[in-house]
């Protein structure tokens, strides 16, 4: 399957991968937070958008 470059945002929009840069870039620009932030906030509350949200107070 060819992946398709006009879509910009995240292939599962329910879950962060700090992973990957271009997914970082995409979720720091969207939550207004850090990199460093937003790893700390997956690193305390995993993976899941809802849950980072909430840590973060968004």
Do not use: C, F, Q
């Amino acid at each position: 399957m060819v992946d398709d470059l006009k879509n910009r945002g995240p292939a599962d929009r329910s879950r962060i991968n700090v992973h990957e840069a271009w997914e970082l870039g995409y979720w720091t620009g969207v939550l207004g937070v850090s990199e460093a932030k937003l790893r700390e906030a997956v690193k305390a509350v995993g993976v899941m958008v809802v849950d980072v949200r909430r840590y973060l107070g968004k």
